[in-house]
Antibody, heavy 120, light 110 residues
């Protein structure tokens, strides 16, 4: 059974960089049918797609966040990571990492989510 | 990339059926058969209930079904049960391997 677990600071100062890591267990991040991504949910709000990555390094970004986001993968550690620069209060949210099945709209495995607060 | 449009809330009584709509454009919902639906209970991660417009993952009740017409996708839940009370989100492929979600619909089982 695939499991995803987010990790990273729960508090980030305004204008600084938010960095999160997702550790994949129970399966390989090198799976050819898998795309790995980040999705966030602001308090009381809906879901927002942030970015996706394939194990070979191809990346895709939400156009509205693209200038501030970088997603990367470390296959040796079975992890992928998110960096979001110059954060503001609007970036406070629960951040989920997830697996999307290639060639399908299935986002079938999700991490439990990690709450990130932006405050000085 | 604008969020897909969903009703803020829907409600139904146990045993009844409800339908939640998800309206996009020809660049997302209408352009691809890559629409999925997620159920989210408070404090929990979303759970996939429908993918590729009308496919149900293993383990999801057959009371859940999906469809699409033009730029609007729909999720129907029949035989409403108390455990169905949750937030529901649609998602669609937008091209260039990116995705967009709907604003979410709160389902109340009265």
């Amino acid at each position: 059974q695939l499991q995803l677990q987010e990790s990273g600071p729960g508090l980030v100062k305004p204008s600084e960089t938010l960095s999160l890591t997702c550790t994949v267990s129970g399966g390989s991040i090198n799976n050819r049918d898998s795309y790995w991504g980040w999705i966030r949910q602001s308090p009381g709000k809906g879901l927002e797609y942030i970015a996706n990555i394939y194990f070979r390094g191809s990346t895709w970004y939400n156009p509205s966040l693209k200038s501030r986001v970088n997603i990367s993968v470390d296959t040796s550690k079975n992890q992928f990571s998110l960096n979001l620069t110059t954060v503001t209060a609007a970036d406070a949210a629960v951040y989920y990492c997830a697996r999307q099945v290639g060639g399908s709209s299935q986002i079938d495995y999700w991490g439990q989510g990690t709450l990130v607060t932006v405050s000085s | 990339q604008s969020a897909l449009t969903q009703p803020a809330s829907v409600s139904g009584s146990p045993g009844q059926s409800i339908t939640i709509s998800c309206t996009g454009t020809s660049s997302d919902v209408g352009g691809y058969n890559y629409v999925s639906w997620y159920q989210q209970h408070p404090g929990k991660a979303p759970k996939l209930v429908i993918y590729d417009v009308s496919n149900r993952p293993s383990g999801v009740s057959n009371r859940f079904s999906g469809s699409k017409s033009g730029n609007t996708a729909s999720l129907t839940i029949t035989g409403l049960q108390a455990e169905d009370e949750a937030d529901y989100y649609c998602s669609s492929y937008t091209g260039s391997s990116t995705w967009v979600f709907g604003g979410g619909t709160k389902l109340a089982v009265l």
